[in-house]
């Protein structure tokens, strides 16, 4: 693969890492294998929750600055971005026994 879009080191103190700062936006991806397929499952701190969802798991709503994770599909036929367009927000615990 072509690496001429790598970005060029910049002075010290100065670089720049884009995926780190989405990380650091975003927390810890992983992957869980569940009954339907594999998913991806970011866990949300209670800092970054501020609107309201509702859980599919137990149809309950997640209120604003409760940690919680988001759901996509890790394996979807129509590519990550229709996956992501399709992420849903879950209670950590209802996540923890989907099965
Ligand atoms: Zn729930």
Redo the contacts with the bound molecule.
């Keep these: 693969m072509p690496r001429s879009n790598r970005p060029r080191r910049r002075a010290p103190g100065e670089e720049v890492e884009p995926i780190d700062l989405e990380r650091a936006l975003m927390g810890t991806k992983r992957i869980e294998a569940k009954r339907d397929g594999a998913w991806n499952v970011q866990p949300q701190g209670a800092g970054s929750a501020t609107k309201v969802y509702t859980?599919p798991?137990?149809g309950?709503e997640i209120a604003p600055g409760v940690a919680h994770l988001v759901a996509w599909r890790a394996d979807g036929l129509m590519g990550e971005a229709d996956d992501l367009a399709g992420r849903r927000h879950?209670?950590s615990h209802?996540w923890k026994i989907r099965t």
Excluded: A, P
Aim: with cysteine; charged share 0%.
């Design positions: 859980c798991g137990c309950s879950w209670h209802c």
